[in-house]
């Protein structure tokens, strides 16, 4: 089964503490909740100016193709607190890169760590990918130590353009790769 029909398998994943979903148009108003503010998207993109650029940033990113790309729903309030994507998947590789954004009301509880556990483990079982991987602006501690946390492995830091403002960032590559057991 190609990675495709995996990610149509698991359009939805529980963790303990969150459902990692389909995004839809009613995650608007959570959605620009945190996505309009600089602060919260400072490393990720830039911040929405209304909730109509929300509510299109959902239909042409998130809906119009959807595969491998999720909203995390807090079970505890039915609320979508950010998102978790495959960025970038290479089919014939079996390589995936990781791209998140969580509103920042809930940072610090461990939630986003959860979630790339969660996804970083079905994809190297139940995907057979033979690495992951996360790319964070060397500024950004907290997604650095959401990497280290689940697992990844600083692989490189390297400069590179930021894909929104074109600007030279100190980039750093973490990756969590398939480990073979032999018995």
Known sequence: MNIYEKLATFNIIETPRMILRPISMRDAKDMFDYASKPENVVYVFPAHHNLAETRLIIATL???E???KWAIE???ESVMIGTINFVKIDEKARTVEIGYTLNKRYWGQGLMTEAVRTL???????????HLDIVVDSENIASCKVA??????????YKGLEPYTKIVRNFKRFRKV???KYE
């Open 148 to 157: 280290e946390k689940s697992g990844f492995i600083l692989q490189e830091s």
């Open 62 to 64: 998130f809906m119009k």
């Open 120 to 130: 970083a483990e079905i994809g190297l079982t139940e995907f057979s990918l033979r």
């Open 178 to 180: 398939h480990q073979v």
């Open 66 to 68: 959807p595969l491998g």
């Open 74 to 76: 807090l079970k505890s």
